[in-house]
């Protein structure tokens, strides 16, 4: 069943990062076979969710015990009960009902969906709109959405009708009994661009309590990593080269006691009269975004902190999006497109974090 995440009408394509792991074939597995005197022991599962897949591999002294099918059942768990709160392609979701509601009144959902609308409209905020949720009436007009269909330009006069659904403000929210309400009855919310994060964050606190000090936690490129590999050094995932033709790594981060997530803008798009419209629309124009901006990585302490920022910085473009993560100590990496190739751009913050510079 296609459920949230494989939605990729959302406000960016999700790039995916390269893990340097190879994955076995089958669900559960212990592996040994790089076991040094110092190593650790490796196990890894993985399973469909969310529309893509999730990939976990735990590392532990060889003399601990870790029933890995055991903890394989209380992910999926976990992940069923994401789905079954935030996706859209279910119709029974919570959020699938609150979507289909026409009224205006208080609509009840659960701690975990208030928790993640929260964190988006915030983020819309404090952006002023360029992570919006409610942006999908204007991706699908733009004939990005889920629904085949030749890519044209849509008329003025359709963007601007579009844009009277699409808007963060028209989403109201309380505590006191978890819920949202509508101030428009057409309004659609979309958790596409921060819900896998979440998921990520979910999964990994249960590790946690699990007792497992060294994991890494990957749904559909998002991911969090704790402690150290099995060569007890902190692991290291590639960032995707930002070219259509091939996949290829463009780098490689060290990662311990973090999240990551990553953004990208250069796989789906359509030309007219020689003109690029890329899938990314900026939810505050109504328009696909101009800006030379490939991709851009966030690193953090939440995966879901950094999987919607990465989507807004992937709105705001090189400058605006570099100038505001600087501002608010955002660790980011940026891989803009120059004329003869692609030029790396690093936040004050990631350079503090993992030690790289940006060239003079």
Not at 288 to 317: F, I, K, Q, R
Request: with cysteine; proline share 4%; hydrophobic share 40%.
């Amino acid at each position: 069943m296609m459920t949230l995440a494989s939605r990729r009408h959302k406000l960016f394509l999700r790039v995916a990062v390269l893990l340097l792991l190879i994955f076995p074939a089958t669900a559960c597995q212990t592996d040994q076979s790089d076991s040094t005197a110092d190593s650790l022991s490796k196990q890894q599962f993985q399973g469909p969710t969310m529309g893509t897949s999730y990939h976990i591999t735990i590392c532990t002294m060889p003399v601990d015990q870790v029933n890995a099918d055991l903890l394989k059942q209380e992910v999926d768990q976990l992940l069923e009960n994401v789905n079954a709160q935030m996706s859209t392609y279910i119709e029974t979701s919570e959020l699938s009902r609150f979507n289909q509601s026409q009224s205006d009144q208080w609509f009840e959902v659960s701690p975990s969906v208030l928790k993640v609308v929260e964190a988006g409209l915030n983020l819309s905020k404090e952006s002023a709109g360029a992570f919006d949720m409610t942006v999908g009436p204007l991706v699908n007009l733009w004939h990005f959405g889920p629904v085949p269909g030749k890519k044209a330009l849509p008329e003025s006069t359709q963007i601007l009708a579009t844009k009277k659904k699409v808007g963060y403000q028209y989403i109201e929210l309380q505590h006191d009994e978890a819920a949202l309400k509508k101030l428009i009855p057409n309004v659609y919310l979309d958790l596409s661009a921060i819900a896998k994060g979440y998921a990520v964050d979910i999964v990994a606190k249960y590790l946690d309590s699990q007792f497992i000090e060294n994991y890494l936690v990957e749904i559909g490129g998002e991911m969090r990593a704790k402690g150290v590999n099995q060569k007890q050094v902190p692991w290291k995932v590639g960032i995707e080269k930002p070219i259509s033709e091939t996949r290829t790594i463009q780098k490689v981060v060290p990662l311990s006691n973090l999240s990551m997530a990553t953004s990208g803008n250069y796989r789906n798009f359509f030309e007219v009269d020689g003109k690029t419209f890329s899938h990314t629309i900026d939810p505050r124009t109504g328009y696909p975004v101009e800006h030379s901006l490939a991709s851009v990585t966030v690193v953090g302490e939440t995966c879901m902190n950094c999987d919607a920022l990465a989507t807004c910085l992937m709105v705001l473009g090189p400058d605006e999006g570099y100038n505001w993560a600087k501002e608010r100590k955002i660790a980011a990496y940026f891989i803009v497109k120059e004329e003869n190739g692609f030029t790396e751009r690093y936040s004050p913050r990631w350079q503090k974090l993992l030690g790289e510079e940006n060239e003079s």
